[in-house]
């Protein structure tokens, strides 16, 4: 089956064609005729299958025929939870879109001056692409006229409910005509997001191609012990040193950690740049830009990166710190293996990370292989029995042999650690940001940051494990005391996807 078949123009194939796509993914293929017959759509498929296509050429195929309708404002509306993914569809409806006469596309986002987007509001456009905060801003400025919208596609639908924008969503549909076509795209189909389901759709088709807990094929999941934060921070810099590491996504908890960690491995001499919501539009649509030219190795990123970023070169996703909740380990580490590519993710984990780690296993329903990095084996093991979700076999054995498989082995080895990290960072249990009491970041007392101390004598003096790999940061400034017990450079706001309050997560809507 090629896209002529599915009911595209013949522009809209060459575009395709241009693209560097021939044959439709499954999700293309179910739900580009279903949508191109007007039928409201439920659509749940896996990261990376193709869904942006699915509801983007068919949407410009509805452009092809003249609205009746005179009005300025959007033909079709496509709501993103977050900037990066805003850029991501915008730039797939240009290219979809480039030989048809009208199918400008504008992209509505925070973070973006408010002089640029009302310019091209101003302007005749046909597609508008938009964050949620951000477009109710500019609704409420009288600026967007929906008179003539044809198609509301919501993208991502799961992630916008979880950062809270629920209440901005009902907003804007009341305001759009009633006779609308609706395509729903989510990863999840329950709870919250079929209660919203069933107030935006009339009586609407739904597509389930692969579930979230549906197994990347290709890609290679694998877990590394880490005894405490100076273990990880060698781990970490072992993975990244691999000439097998084309491009690299490495996922931390905060947005402070991004940038501490960014520093830390700047100073190991390796390309990298943090990407998180504390910088501007123009700085995190430079760094993509950057990544996707090849000229960044190595980017640093909280959860906003966890969806929205397609680059096929990303070879590996390393979570140095698991996600809170398990559903966000799926959309990271899809971003590697794009397009039916081969990727690796890698994820760090320490004792005091079992919970995390078997919520994760529980959740895609598969367990995580234990590798080792030659030379850095881990020194602590987990009891077997807490290795895997539900606990001992049948037999009474625990999972794993209690070895430690080398770092290319495919085959599941060992329990991961069963002594606290001699760095053990404080569990974030509310959603106040308090951050880490004890961050590997934090000032050591003596006005250096050095990301390589592991342990502290009982007399209280440094004693790192290894001195010859110390990286000392003299020209920063000298830290009391009170400040270090209160956090350090671990401190500070989590990254948040408000809504409903998760343990380490603060609110924090993508305006």
Known sequence: MDFATLGLSEQIVKAVADAGYTEPTPVQQAAIPAALAGKDLVVSSQTGSGKTAAFMLPSLQRLTTESTIKARGPRVLVLTPTRELAVQVTDACKGYGKNLRYAKAVSVVGGMPYPVQNKLLSSPYEILVATPGRLMDQMNSGRIDFARLEILILDEADRMLDMGFVDDIEAIVAKLPADRQTLFFSATLDGQVARMMQRLLKDPERIEIASAQTRHENIEQRLLVADDISHKNRLLDG???????????VFTATKRDADALTLNLESQGHSVAALHGDMNQRMRTRTLDQLRRGHLRVLIATDVAARGIDVRTISHVINYDLPKVAADYVHRIGRTGRGGASGIAISLAERRDVRLLRAIERYTRQPLAVHTLPGLEPRTTLPADERRPGGPR???????????????????SGGFGSGAGRFDRERRDDNRGEGRSASPWAGNGEGRRDFRDAPRRAD???????????????????????HHNAGGFGGGRSEGTGGKPRAGRTFNRDR
């Open 394 to 412: 049948r037999d009474g054995r625990g999972y794993g042999n209690g070895g430690g498989g080398r770092f290319g082995d495919k085959r599941p």
């Open 460 to 482: 209280g003096a440094s004693a790192p494990r290894h001195p010859e790999h110390r990286t000392e940061f003299p020209h920063v400034a000298k830290r009391s005391s009170s």
């Open 239 to 249: 993975i990244l040193r691999d000439v097998g590491v084309e491009q690299a996504i």
